[in-house]
């Protein structure tokens, strides 16, 4: 197995906010550390990470503070960013979303990045999931993991 996993943007919200299957993302995350496992995302996660975030402040849903706090101390601390800089990189993103039928390239460059370091892409994203289920055996789907016992 390798000690390389690339995650999505639906996980890693899910590590910040309190959201149904927090706890099974939690536990994976903890998982993973225990198995000195390295998380990577694309450069694009910081983006959509940090636009959600905003969105849960305005509407007050989640103090700044606790945004803030999820940026610095969870996604700056536990996720290695890859940012490439190679045109092929996000051709192949294209291609993977044009071969999947995915609606634009954001998802594409997270299954690209998998496919480059030949690791595990963990989502909670149910449109990507239904979109790709069965055809590549490394997408993995958060609500397949054990729920954490209490």
């Excluded at 979303?97 to 390239?105: R, S």
Aim: aromatic share 12%; net charge negative; hydrophobic share 40%.
């Amino acid at each position: 197995m390798s000690n390389v996993v690339v995650v999505d943007a639906s996980i890693v919200l899910k590590w910040i906010l309190n959201e149904t299957d927090s706890s099974k993302a939690l536990t994976l995350l903890a998982d993973w550390n225990d198995r000195e496992i390295e998380v990577y995302a694309p450069s694009l996660l910081v983006y959509e990470v940090t636009n959600a975030l905003y969105r849960h402040v305005r509407k007050g849903e989640i103090p700044f503070y606790d945004a803030r706090r999820g940026l610095t101390e969870i996604i700056y601390k536990v996720i290695e960013f890859d940012f490439p800089e190679e045109p092929d990189f996000n051709i192949r993103a294209m291609e993977l979303g044009q071969q999947f039928g995915l609606p634009a390239t954001y998802d594409s460059h997270y299954l690209a990045l998998a496919e480059r370091k030949e690791c595990e892409l963990w989502t909670a994203d149910a449109r990507l999931w239904n979109s790709i289920r069965g055809k590549l055996v490394w997408l993995r789907w958060l609500g397949d993991y054990p729920t954490p016992s209490r």
